[in-house]
């Protein structure tokens, strides 16, 4: 093993011992947390027929970007099972299965894994959606896997997980307030308890991160530069519809998204700046050559990308999705 790979192992060994003292801050109890039946019609009650039909009724004044952003969304949090694969091939971690990593990606996965669970159900039920085409956009996206940059290196990987969570926390809390508006507070209730749990898990990986800023700055500045270069991705950037290559969808899922104010450029910018402030990178001491030259790049980009995000006009709306019924 090379210096450079044995330091990154030393570093995430210390992150275990944390994250296991910490994991009951940062995922609820299984017995008491939330579960998808709590928001949905009782199958097993009498009024079963009666709760769905209200719920169809409160979903047919959603608008039309609403509801792909909500597919889309949905579609994100069912390909799971590629962040779970993707979270143990990070080098460098204990794969004991009772080890510190392996138990959180477990436990976190089991605690997201409700989020698809609870709106593909929704959907399903609403009446608005062409549930096999997006059963099909769902197999593709987890069948073409991802790429979003971070290869195998921990560092990246928790820059990126803290920068996604807070990202879909912004997504669901925005999606909350517009269904809200819609007259849908089934689905505003919902998105707003998914949201919260994105807010945790941010949380998390944030400490996570601050940790290693603490232990090996100049690496993890280095790592946050080069994430920031290449462009936080979102999971779903290869999202498709059937008959269409990789990613074809995700422009236009994007554009809507945009649209509504759910998750915009200006977004972006805001988490980078949030991501700047709590790592506390302005007033780090020091730092090598190349760890000041990477905090340095880092420090001018938000207001660089701020100007282009205020320059950005909104898309038009020009797409029909496959997956939209009505």
């Not at 609403?126 to 290869?151: P, W």
């Not at 949380?203 to 996570?208: C, G, P, T, V």
């Not at 790592?223 to 270069?229: G, K, L, N, P, S």
């Amino acid at each position: 093993m090379n210096l450079f790979a044995e330091k990154r192992r030393e570093v995430m060994l210390h992150i275990e011992g944390y994250m296991l003292d910490m994991m009951e801050t940062y995922l609820k109890p299984i017995d008491t947390n939330w579960q998808p039946s709590d928001f949905l019609p009782d199958s097993t009650s009498e009024t079963f027929y009666q709760d769905i039909k209200l719920l169809r009724e409160n979903a047919k004044d959603l608008s039309y970007d609403l509801v792909a952003v909500l597919i889309g969304d949905t579609i994100t949090e069912e390909a799971l099972p590629t962040y779970e694969s993707w979270l143990c091939m990070v080098d460098g971690i204990t794969r004991n299965e009772q080890g510190g990593w392996m138990k959180w990606v477990r436990h976190w996965t089991a605690e997201e894994n409700r989020h698809g669970d609870l709106l593909n159900k929704y959907l399903y039920l609403s009446g608005r959606v062409d549930m096999r085409q997006m059963e099909i956009s769902t197999q593709y996206l987890i069948a073409d896997g991802f790429d979003i940059g971070t290869g195998h290196d921990p560092y990246r990987n928790f820059i990126y997980t803290s920068f996604q969570e807070l990202a879909t926390n912004i997504s669901h809390r925005r999606v909350a307030s517009l269904a809200k508006k819609d007259g849908d507070t089934l689905l505003s209730k919902m998105c707003g308890v998914i949201a919260s749990d994105e807010a945790r898990h941010a949380k998390a990986y944030k400490d996570f991160m601050s940790k290693i800023f603490e232990v090996d700055p100049n690496e993890a500045m280095v790592a946050f530069e080069d994430m920031m270069r290449k462009k936080i991705v979102m999971p779903a950037h290869f999202l498709r519809e059937m008959g269409m290559k990789i990613g074809q969808t995700f422009g236009h899922f994007t554009d809507a998204a945009q649209r509504l104010g759910v998750y915009t450029a200006i977004d972006y910018v805001e988490i980078m700046q949030q991501l700047i402030e709590e790592w506390k990178l302005e007033s780090m001491r020091d730092l090598n050559e190349a760890g000041e030259k990477a905090r340095d790049y880092i420090m001018a980009l938000p207001n660089r990308l701020l100007r282009v995000a205020e320059r950005m006009n909104n898309p038009t709306m020009d797409y029909k999705f496959s997956w939209i019924h009505a």
